[in-house]
């Protein structure tokens, strides 16, 4: 029998001194589906989810990677320039420029805790 997944989702570890509930409250412009305050809060975004948790003290080193290495949040937006402009409001103004790439156009930025998006808009 094969086995099978009910449920796959993105999970963000906070760091110590960042809100990311709020940075993401915000990024989004909707409150969280579940929120359970210095624990776990939960996002629903056309059908995918993302959590974002309080890592145990114990476990605190092994979420404080200074880079989100290969892993990235990727969002699609239809306005590039729209998305950019909110994150400048949020105050995490991407650092690089928008590229060009085979699929349409892109940037990177980061949220509070240095993990990276990847902003997207597909060719027209």
């Known amino acids: 029998m094969a086995f099978r997944y009910s449920t796959v989702f993105v999970a963000i570890a906070e760091g ?3 809100n990311l509930s709020a940075f993401y409250q ?3 412009n909707q409150r969280p589906a ?12 056309l ?20 880079s989100s ?12 320039e729209a998305a950019i402009a909110h994150l400048n409001e949020l105050g995490y103004p ?3 420029q928008i590229q060009q790439v085979s699929h349409g156009r892109e940037i990177y930025a980061y949220d509070p805790c240095g993990n990276r998006l990847i902003l997207h808009e597909s060719k027209q």
């Open 47 to 66: 059908g995918a989810r993302l959590g974002i948790f309080k890592p145990k003290a114990t476990h605190l080193g092994e979420f404080a990677a200074p």
């Open 69 to 80: 290495g290969g892993m990235s949040l990727c969002l699609e937006v239809e306005n590039l």
């Open 34 to 45: 579940i929120d359970i305050p210095q624990v776990y809060t939960e996002f629903e975004l």
């Open 26 to 28: 915000a990024l989004f």
């Open 94 to 96: 991407p650092p690089g």
């Open 16 to 18: 110590q001194g960042h």
